[in-house]
């Protein structure tokens, strides 16, 4: 699948002010992949406020890294002939996404780039009247045009003959959570720590997404950032994993690739938590 990749400064232009209306990093970069690949999706997109702030505040991964990886998992879909093969393209492309980001912000974790503890009051109050909060506004604006060209760039490497078996330990979780199969390629990005990088946990993330997702089924119009739903999987992860939530911490080593990954998920790797995460 050929795309139209843009010249970086002919990109959208407009992510500080999509932020401000939409109010968290993850839904803002979900939104804008999304009208770009020309398919908004608002109660997916509001789901995702959750993954705001390194997954539900706690200072992870950026969530504007969550919700490109969102808006290339329902692209994949959409492009791909078949599951392993969307699966595939929408790691690869997340990987993609990561490597810009991480380029421009020499980071890819919300507590490095915000220098703010979302749990700490004292540590949000300073976020905000030191003014620190404006710099993730601006990197919305400069990152937006440079997300787009990795995302499709990602995209572009669509096989017409590849149908590999793909397993992303996020898709797993989703699947069977009762996941379309469309979610369940849409949250495959996130596996291994988001594109394998083995930071904090893609399948924790995709429950949290999805419980999101059932909380904006039922509740309109509100954010879902705080919403009792995520909150629940958060706590019975930590218990699960007692405490720890780095994935290369939980399993003890990073995945070389998504070969490595696949046989590691199909082999029983994490299935006790995967398990878990499914059930509550």
Partial sequence: MNYDVKNIVDGPKDGKKVFRKLGTCSRTFFYILNREFGYLKELEERASDTLAGGIMQQGHQCGMLWGASLAVGAEAYRKCKDQNQAIKVAIN????????????????????????????????????????????????????????????????????????????????????????????????????????CGAACGALAAAVWMKSLKWCREVAKKTSMTNPYSKNSLDIFYKATNSKILCSEIIGREFKSIQDHTSFIKNGGCERLIETLSKY
């Fill in 93 to 196: 492309a997340t990987q993609k996404v990561m490597v810009s980001f991480s380029n421009r912000e020499h980071t890819i974790n919300c507590r490095e780039i915000t220098r703010c503890n979302f749990s700490s009051k004292l540590s949000m109050a300073k976020y905000f009247f030191s003014g620190r909060f404006l710099h993730c506004f601006y990197l919305a604006e400069k990152w937006a045009p440079e997300a787009v060209k990795s995302a499709m760039d990602g995209l572009s490497g669509i096989q017409k003959n590849d149908s590999e078996m793909c397993i992303s330990c996020a898709s797993e979780v989703a699947e069977k959570m009762g996941a379309s199969k469309e979610e369940v390629v849409m949250v495959s990005g996130f596996a291994g720590g988001l594109g394998l």
